[in-house]
């Protein structure tokens, strides 16, 4: 399965292995989801063409699209108006999460020059280099629980702004009965996930005091 989770205009990412499903958070096909940070016209732009690829590779071959193969499709894409003249590079970086049946679950990252990366983890948008560093320390291969439990820590982290269910979106992607199921959490499932969050670091630094005060007598 795959946590999504965003919020305007920070975006955090990860893989444990979406139409529109909220602003910022799309729906690609029916494997694949992505959301983005940038230029909005652009990525509108974008996103029409992913979902046209999509559906076109439907149409002709009956199934859907494999997800690097729509990811490279874009990227080549992107690249072409970096040396086309009198065009300038779409100013937009996407994550994709998908599932297909040669990889499984999937994540891949793409720039404003067309070139993608794949990763089992990673963020884009503000403070993502922090968030990225919070990633490679924390992620341990979670289950779906644990992994929004850390899509949440790292957004709390690296957000200018305090945690609001309002301001953020998160989606999953899973799959259910040898189909890819993606689902947006509700405002109350978010809200519920930052109450939690919060309670753990309140933990924490109770911990954290009382071992202070016993190392102070020692």
């Given at each position: 399965m795959?946590?999504?989770g965003a919020d305007y205009p920070h975006i955090s990412l990860f893989s444990v292995?979406?139409?529109?499903?909220?602003?910022?958070?799309?729906?690609?096909?029916?494997?694949i989801a992505c959301t983005v940070a940038g230029i909005t016209a652009d990525a509108n732009i974008l996103i029409n063409h992913l979902r046209y690829w999509a559906a076109e590779y439907k149409l002709s071959y009956g199934e859907h699209i494999p997800v690097e193969q729509l990811v490279q499709t874009l990227c080549n894409e992107k690249q072409r108006y970096t040396q086309v003249g009198g065009k300038r590079p779409f100013g937009v970086s996407l994550l994709y999460m998908g599932w297909d049946q040669h990889f499984g679950y999937q994540l891949y990252q793409s720039d404003p020059s067309g070139n993608y990366t794949g990763w089992k983890a990673t963020c884009i948008g503000n403070n993502h280099q922090a968030a990225v560093s919070l990633l490679k320390q924390e992620y341990k291969s979670p289950n779906l629980a644990e992994a929004k439990k850390?899509?949440?820590k790292v957004l709390s982290?690296?957000?200018?702004?305090k945690?609001?269910?309002?301001?953020?979106?998160?989606?999953?992607l899973t799959r259910?009965?040898?189909?890819?199921?993606?689902?947006?959490?509700t405002n109350a499932e978010v809200s519920q996930l930052i109450k939690e969050h919060e309670e753990r670091e309140k933990e924490q630094e109770a911990q954290q005091t009382a071992f202070s005060l016993n190392a102070s007598f020692l």
């Open positions: 795959s946590v999504l292995d979406i139409q529109v499903l909220a602003e910022k958070i799309y729906r690609l096909s029916d494997n850390l899509a949440m982290k690296t957000l200018d702004v945690l609001s269910a309002e301001k953020m979106e998160m989606a999953i259910r009965n040898d189909k890819t199921v993606v689902e947006e959490l």
